[in-house]
């Protein structure tokens, strides 16, 4: 009889995203309530959480660069391993995966965790064979999977705008905050930590994020608030042009690039508070982690499952129409402590790992 606590998880990579953080904080959760988990990977390129992977997980490389190399070396480790659960982190893997079910006609659960905005995200691939060859094989058969999970409401509404048929074939499961940030939480006195004057930004430096309206907030107060700096935490293509706009406003000299960093826990615990400018999001790790260590969080109330997360005037303020005026306004609103520690800290109670990590073992126990 075949073990019903047996799962397998499929990603691109480990590199430092959202997505790879939260897979591989499902792989340890799952492992340590007793399931037997194979995490399968394509590549170990820039894998920054390779080493967060618990040796309780069977990691599985497929040797492969792109998703649309991977089809043979999955089916080769579909053959071999026999899965009976899949969840899949990424668009494309999802409908490889649901590919070779139809053709090789293998029986085998595929669960799909909807990793952004949909509509957002697929309506923005660039390149020929991105735009018009995968996002027509996405729209085709990405709702062929047996279930979706959605990490917030905002996204299970947008998916089932674009598939309506798939109504009752998804649900919501909040991300579970990291487990290194969650256990620092629940080990320490939070409220006796010391603020340093400065702002986090915590992300890919890519257009969705959109840290050009951070730099341009920050710029727009820094006269009025001389100690104050503004960290960038993440890496990205548009690191060269970020600098350049802070050069431009001033500011160069105290807007701080810090690249990708393992160690994300002493940024959020000293900050003033997290800002998040995004253009469009899922469900943004950075203001989970934020709160859940204490520290207020100002968003743009972009698509996506930010309203979900930050409770206005009580964890932090949600800026209304990318309003450049009223992201200043909330930043000192902030600065001038008019947001309480201990209503922040009761925010973050919706994203602890042991629950949402049960809530994902359901869906598979089904």
């Known amino acids: 009889m075949p073990n019903s606590k047996k799962i397998t998880l499929l990603i691109s990579s480990l590199t430092g995203g959202g997505a790879e ?3 591989v904080n499902i792989a340890n959760g799952l492992a340590d309530i007793g399931w037997q988990v194979d995490l399968v990977i394509l590549h170990t390129n820039n894998a920054e959480y ?12 497929l040797g492969v660069h792109h998703a649309r190399l991977a089809p043979l070396p999955l089916l080769r480790y579909i053959r071999v391993n026999k899965p009976s659960k899949i969840l899949v982190f990424d668009y494309e893997l999802a409908v490889i995966a649901v590919i070779l079910r139809l053709l090789f006609h293998f029986t085998c659960k595929i669960v799909a965790r909807n990793i952004n905005t949909f509509s957002k995200r697929t309506g923005q691939l660039q390149g020929f064979w991105r735009r018009y060859i995968v996002r027509t094989l996405i ?16 996204m299970r509404d947008d998916l089932v705008g674009v598939f309506p048929y ?3 074939k998804t649900s919501v499961i909040y991300n579970p905050v990291a487990q290194c940030v969650e256990n620092y939480a629940n080990l320490h006195d939070l409220s006796t930590i010391e603020k340093q004057n400065y702002l986090l930004c915590v992300g890919r430096l890519e257009r969705q994020k959109a840290f050009h309206y951070a730099i341009e907030a920050f710029a727009g107060i820094a006269q009025t608030r001389e100690e104050l700096r503004l960290k ?3 890496k990205g293509s548009l690191e060269a042009p970020l600098r350049q706009l802070a050069s431009d406003l001033n500011v160069a000299d105290r807007v701080d ?31 989970i982690e934020s709160i859940t260590l204490g520290t207020p969080v100002i968003a743009f109330d972009s698509p996506g499952g930010v309203c979900e997360i930050v409770k206005h005037a009580e964890n932090g303020y949600l800026v209304k129409d990318f309003n450049l005026d009223d992201l200043k306004e909330s930043i000192v609103d902030v600065l001038d402590g008019n947001i309480r520690f201990t209503n922040v800290c009761a925010s ?9 990590i049960k809530k994902y073992a359901s869906v598979f126990l089904e």
Do not use: W
């Not at 690249?259 to 002493?266: L, R, T």
């Not at 973050?348 to 042991?354: A, D, E, G, L």
């Open 232 to 234: 960038i935490v993440g």
């Open 139 to 154: 729209r085709y058969f990405y709702g062929k999977c047996d279930h979706i999970i959605n990490q917030c409401q905002a």
């Open 50 to 61: 390779l080493s967060r992977v618990s040796g309780k997980v069977k990691l599985v490389v």
């Open 166 to 168: 798939l109504m009752s």
């Open 348 to 356: 973050s109670r919706n994203f602890m790992r042991t629950e949402i």
């Open 257 to 287: 690039f810090e690249g990708f960093q393992s160690d994300i826990v002493p940024y959020y615990l000293h900050a003033h508070a997290t800002l998040l400018t995004s253009l469009y999001e899922g469900f943004p790790n950075a203001l």
């Open 21 to 23: 953080g939260v897979c």
